[in-house]
């Protein structure tokens, strides 16, 4: 009897890429030529494994950094994210792109971090409120194209900030669904909620990030 | 729909997850209410400019970290 492969990291079977979403740009994140590099890697090339990482590594720092809030939680996260990753390369079963896979593993490093620095105040089983408190309060125009109204710099910083502001249960669910590109499935798995305890989360991070980044769009406002 | 439907709705709008029917029924909301056409409309830019940002370069101090300790694995591995 044929043995089934192991998967790893443990957390559930990976499901197919995510269905085209039609309000975003497709991911530009995997290259054409990433399988031949996760090949190479892993028939031990390490020069292979180290252009993945070059790769990525803006990324995962920005994921682990998005996360955790925390410069030196987000570096540690990286670090063990790409470790482990490359101890685990032979468990992957690449049916998800590798940067997915890598994703998974960074989130979790990053959410292990964050659950041991605020035990208190990070928990994805506390049920949320009801929806009395969505309806947006502050509604104006951005006028055409807000975004360009900011230097590249300067949007980084709005973005950190407002993000920033997030309860950690909204932020993290938003960065892997929205940011990373996970699915819901995908994202529901990796932290271990169901799909519409993301779904709950993920329209409330939405709504309230519009709102804070109001104050920065509306047109004629000061920040 | 009402103001409340689309509201409870945007994500699953945005996403491209709703039924043809109630998707026909919260754009014909959005068609007369201009204060949820807005808040739609916004949500998704919102979620785009994020999903577009370029991340910022690593610091190079913590770069240089990974790739040592990416160094080391590689040669405990090889002996």
């Known amino acids: ?223 | 729909m009402n103001c409340d439907g689309v509201v409870r709705e945007l994500s699953n709008y945005l996403d491209g997850e709703l039924e043809l029917a109630v998707k026909q029924e919260l754009e014909q909301h959005l068609g007369h209410c201009g204060d949820c056409k807005m808040v739609v409309d916004q949500t998704r830019l919102t979620v785009s400019i994020f999903c577009d940002s370029e991340p910022v370069e690593i610091p190079v101090d913590i770069k240089s970290r990974l790739h040592e300790a990416l160094r080391r694995k590689f040669s405990e591995k090889g002996n």
Do not use: C
């Open chain 1, 1 to 223: 009897m044929a043995t089934k492969a192991r998967q790893w990291p443990p957390i559930g079977p990976f499901l197919p890429l995510h269905a085209p979403n039609p309000h975003r740009l497709p991911s530009s994140v995997a290259r054409e030529d990433e399988h031949l590099l996760v090949a190479a890697a892993k028939r031990g090339d390490p020069a292979a494994f180290e252009e993945l990482v070059s790769r990525y590594e803006k990324k995962i720092f920005r994921l682990t950094m998005n996360i955790t809030r925390n410069r030196e939680d987000a570096e540690d996260a990286m670090q063990d994210a790409f470790l482990k990753s490359y101890a685990h390369l032979k468990d992957f079963q690449e049916d998800s792109r590798f940067y997915t896979w890598l994703v998974r593993i960074a989130a979790n490093e990053a959410l292990m971090r964050l659950r041991k620095r605020r035990p208190n105040q990070f928990s994805l089983d506390e049920p949320i409120e009801g929806d009395e408190e969505l309806m947006p309060r502050e509604i104006e125009d951005w006028g055409p194209s807000p975004e360009q109204r900011f230097a590249q710099t300067e949007m980084h910083e709005i973005l950190s900030e407002v993000i920033d502001q997030l309860a950690p249960d909204f932020r993290v669910v938003f960065v892997l669904r929205d940011v990373e590109e996970l699915s819901t499935e995908e994202t529901a798995k990796t932290l271990g909620i169901s799909i519409p305890a993301v779904k709950s989360r993920l329209l409330r991070a939405r709504l309230k990030l519009r709102q804070k980044l109001n104050r920065y769009f509306r047109q004629g406002g000061t920040n």
